[in-house]
């Protein structure tokens, strides 16, 4: 059984690109977290999502930065016109059901040039 | 709001050390309680978990506990050894399904 699934590992962008990062739930799980963890911080809880439903974005900057969980295939975190303050690492997290034990996945470390 | 503190924010130990470690939250309305392991660069580890109603959790050498009303949780590692070494994540579920972090305890266990 295959564990929580992040892509791609690493990304390196520009200042002003947009950067995709892509996450895959334990088999089963139907609730989807993303986290960021920024250089000596703790991570802070961004949004959390079910299939084809946003149902917390408390987290989420107002701008530049959305998330989606379409029926079918993974749930994408996007960042539009990335600035330096943007790198950091993203954890995705899955759970069977909410208040469940989350799994987390390797993780994506975004560094903005 | 939730806030998680963890104390100590390290700690060097020798091996074969029993050691706990600390964490505290402010809202003692939680749903659960989770434990995690990171190592450098890597991503976390579920240690264990602990449900509100429940007083402590086990799982090999490590022990957690929670005490709900005072908003605190231990958790505690037997005989540690040098693979023990990584930042432990104590992170609370307030009832809204997402965890609130505390910034973790990095652990040294030195051979």
């Known amino acids: 059984n295959a564990g929580v699934m992040q892509n791609p590992r690493h990304l390196v962008r520009r200042r002003g690109q947009e950067a995709r990062l892509r996450c895959s739930p334990m088999?089963?799980?139907?609730?989807v977290y993303w986290y960021r963890q920024l250089p000596e911080e703790g991570l802070k809880f961004m949004v959390y999502?079910?299939?084809?439903?946003?149902?917390?974005e408390s987290g989420m900057p107002k701008e530049r930065f959305s998330a989606e969980f379409p029926k079918e295939g993974p749930s994408i975190l996007r960042i539009q016109q990335v600035v330096r303050g943007d790198s950091a690492a993203y954890f995705c997290?899955?759970?069977?059901?909410?208040?469940?034990?989350?799994?987390f996945g390797p993780g994506t470390r975004l560094t903005v040039l | 709001k939730q806030e998680v503190t963890q104390i100590p924010a390290a700690l060097s130990v020798p091996e074969g050390e029993n050691l706990v470690l600390n964490c505290s939250f402010t809202?003692?309305?939680?749903?659960?309680l989770q434990w995690f392991r990171q190592d450098p660069g890597k991503g976390l580890t579920s240690l264990l978990l602990?449900?509100?109603?429940?007083r402590e959790q086990t799982s090999g050498r490590l022990n957690a506990s929670l005490d709900k009303s005072s908003g605190r949780s231990t958790l505690y590692i037997a005989a540690s050894q040098p693979g023990d070494s990584a930042t432990y994540l104590c992170?609370?579920?307030?009832?809204?399904?997402?965890?609130?972090f505390g910034k973790g305890t990095m652990l040294l266990v030195s051979p």
């Open positions: 997290a899955s759970s069977p059901e909410g208040y469940n034990e989350q799994f």
């Open positions: 992170a609370v579920n307030s009832g809204y399904s997402t965890l609130t």
């Open positions: 088999k089963g799980h139907s609730h």
């Open positions: 809202d003692s309305a939680i749903y659960n």
């Open positions: 602990i449900q509100s109603s429940q």
């Open positions: 999502l079910q299939k084809e439903n946003i149902i917390d």
